[in-house]
């Protein structure tokens, strides 16, 4: 069980979240852009998490690629709930495992066995706290979620503010060998970013 990661492996592994900050900020800055080009940024977001699992996959899940497990599972079940008009008309229900299904497989087929699965469990057994590490790779996608609808300009710098707290959240997890710290880190990290959210959300629809 890995205690600490290297600096540049922990900077590394905050890349998804920027991306997403890119992303949520082209999305909600009211710039005018594209609606195309928005829906293509948004899936190399969700990509590069899929992405990540088949690499974690491959390297028996290390603690790194926790967040990418977590949001590829999350993401799958928020998928269920939603309607895609061009798809279908009605939520996507099975169809919403398309995705996670074709990374296994892929990640199968990369490495055929089922050992990956089997370190996933033992080290959450080993640490729990890898639950919560794992739900916080969501934390990018909610908070897009909660800005829904809105756009303004003066949202990059909250956007930017908020997705480095994140990943400072998410480095400070990797970087610490101490589990109260590593919990802390990320618990603290997910209340800052929820209550600028809420001040946010608050004095926009005021």
């Known amino acids: 069980m890995e205690s600490s990661f290297s600096k540049r492996t922990s900077l590394l592994a905050t890349i998804p979240f920027g991306i997403f900050g890119i992303a949520w900020a082209i999305s909600n800055a009211g710039l005018g852009i594209s609606d195309s080009i928005q829906a293509v940024l948004l899936i190399v977001s969700v990509l ?3 992405v990540l699992w088949g690499i974690g ?14 949001f590829c599972l999350l993401f799958t079940v928020f998928l269920v709930m939603v309607t895609i008009p061009a798809l279908k008309r009605e939520p996507l ?3 919403a495992a398309l995705p996670l299904v074709i990374t296994l497989v892929i990640s199968l087929f990369i ?3 089922l050992e990956p699965l089997k370190h996933l469990i033992q080290k959450t057994k ?12 969501f934390a990018p996608a909610f908070l897009w979620l909660l800005y829904d609808e809105m756009h303004s300009i003066w949202l990059i710098p909250v956007i930017i503010l908020s997705i480095f707290i994140l990943s400072f959240g998410l480095y400070s ?5 101490k589990k109260k710290i590593r919990i802390i880190s990320i618990i603290f990290s997910g209340l800052i ?14």
């Open 93 to 95: 229900g099975y169809l």
């Open 193 to 206: 970013t929820l209550i600028i959210a809420f001040v946010t959300t608050f004095f926009y629809w005021k």
């Open 48 to 50: 590069v998490m899929f």
């Open 173 to 177: 997890f990797l970087r610490n060998d």
């Open 111 to 113: 490495n055929p066995k």
């Open 126 to 137: 080993e640490d729990p706290s890898l639950i919560l590490f794992a739900l916080y790779g």
């Open 57 to 70: 996959w491959s390297k028996n899940f290390p603690r790194w690629s926790f967040p990418a497990v977590g």
